[in-house]
């Protein structure tokens, strides 16, 4: 007896591939057609398809659908980032600051760890260190990332 398999997603762009946008296009139809061909059926839940009760026209369109949707947030995600860093404003932890209690967006210094920070930037600017010998020296000083 044959096992039967079946890939399932939430949606479409989950099968986003680390390429280009055009040939992310061209490649996501071909794993489906090459899981179709092995017996392998893929669902997504979101568009309420299969690849084997759907044509691969539908499943092209609504893949090319998910790309743009997938690259226009993106696009709007890299935009907040730019505004927010624009006006000042990190929502992340910061080696050398703080955050300031209910306040997302303003940080204090930590003087700690900002002796750190100012001895990297002697490192780097004064004595031609690199990436790779500043982190080697601060794995030999012991100092840990913020976190």
């Keep these: 007896m044959q096992q039967a398999f079946k890939v399932i997603y939430h949606k479409l762009s989950t099968i986003a591939l680390p390429v280009k946008a055009e040939a992310d296009l061209v490649a996501k139809p071909v794993i489906t057609r090459r899981r179709k061909s092995l017996g392998i059926e893929t669902q997504f839940l979101t568009a309420n398809m299969t690849s084997m009760g759907n044509s691969e026209f539908v499943l092209t369109i609504f893949g090319a659908l998910a790309q743009e949707k997938s690259a226009n947030t993106s696009k709007r995600v890299k935009f907040g980032k730019r505004i927010n860093a624009e006006k000042g404003r990190v929502p992340n932890i910061v080696y050398g600051y703080d955050k300031t209690p209910d306040d997302y967006f303003n940080h204090a210094i930590n003087d700690k760890e900002a002796t750190v ?31």
């Design 117 to 147: 920070v100012r001895q990297i930037f002697q490192r780097y600017t004064e004595e031609g260190f690199g990436a790779s010998k500043i982190s080697n020296w601060l794995n030999e000083q012991s100092i840990k990332t913020k976190g």
